[in-house]
């Protein structure tokens, strides 16, 4: 499982780095410097009612922030490189469970290329969404 994880987050790097080389005079950038970013979505089995409060928590995430190209902000599984990190982390606003949100508009505005890949997931007794 992490190999396909690991994969795919290669095959974003990768195209992300040729998207950057080709807008810049450097052809030499390593493309773990390159900033990118995978996000889980927690795909499968769950509740009705965790279905239709998902579903509502990103219809207003979608009227407020736009199309953040990802079905489950929510997720916990973000994969990124340190400088991907270290740009979309610093100086949060949002705390707690909304920081998720606010992490991935900061993507958005940045032109932060974002994949989404399915994770398997396990609802647990006191998870809020």
């Keep these: 499982y992490l190999d396909t994880i690991m994969s795919q ?11 950057c080389n080709a807008s810049t005079t450097s052809k030499h950038l390593s493309p773990w410097k390159t900033k990118a970013m995978l996000v889980g979505n927690r ?3 769950t509740s009705l ?35 991907t990190g270290m740009t979309l982390y610093s100086s949060l606003n949002l705390k707690r469970w909304t920081h998720d ?26 998870s809020k969404l």
């Design 9 to 19: 987050f290669s095959e974003l790097v990768e195209r992300a780095s040729e998207e």
């Design 43 to 45: 795909a499968g089995n």
């Design 101 to 126: 949100v606010e992490v991935l508009y900061r993507a958005k505005e940045l032109k932060i290329p974002v994949m989404e890949v399915n994770i398997g997931w396990e609802d647990k007794e006191g």
């Design 49 to 83: 009612s965790r279905i239709v409060t998902r579903w509502g928590f990103q219809t207003l995430v979608k009227i407020i922030c736009g199309n953040l190209q990802v079905n489950d902000t929510q997720c916990g599984f973000k994969f990124m490189t340190v400088d």
